[in-house]
């Protein structure tokens, strides 16, 4: 069974950095795609960063130049390095995956979540 773990969140002060990571776990071939979204009280759940198959990467406006997506295939993780953090960037972030899996099938998965506060 394929699961997402994500981890790293926390509180931290505006101007700060935190690293979340998403660890997939499973029977699986490897990640095509995974991207990040984060989703704070009260709003929808918005796409924060992709990362491709071929390894392109994007990003919403309001993160570009502070937020960076990654991933390592041989340990099977991705990964979201947050810099010079805003209050505004406060909610639970989420893992999504598109996986492929044995015996050749792709299907799509979310992690639990991660909560992030930023305080000002």
């Known amino acids: 069974q394929v699961q997402l773990v994500e981890s790293g969140g926390g509180l931290v002060q505006a101007g700060g950095s935190l690293r979340i990571s998403c660890a997939v776990s499973?029977?699986?071939?490897?990640?095509?795609?995974m991207e990040w979204y984060r989703q704070a009280p009260g709003k929808q759940r918005e796409l924060v960063a992709q990362i491709l198959s071929n390894n392109i990467t994007n990003y919403a406006d309001s993160v570009k130049g502070r937020f960076t997506i990654s991933r390592d295939n041989t340990q099977n993780t991705g990964y979201l390095h947050m810099n010079s953090l805003e209050p505004g960037d406060s909610g639970v972030y989420f893992c999504?995956?598109?996986?492929?899996?044995?015996?050749?099938?792709?299907?799509?998965?979310w992690g639990q979540g991660t909560q992030v506060t930023v305080s000002s």
């Open positions: 999504y995956a598109l996986i492929l899996s044995p015996p050749w099938s792709a299907g799509e998965y």
């Open positions: 499973g029977n699986i071939f490897g990640i095509n795609q």
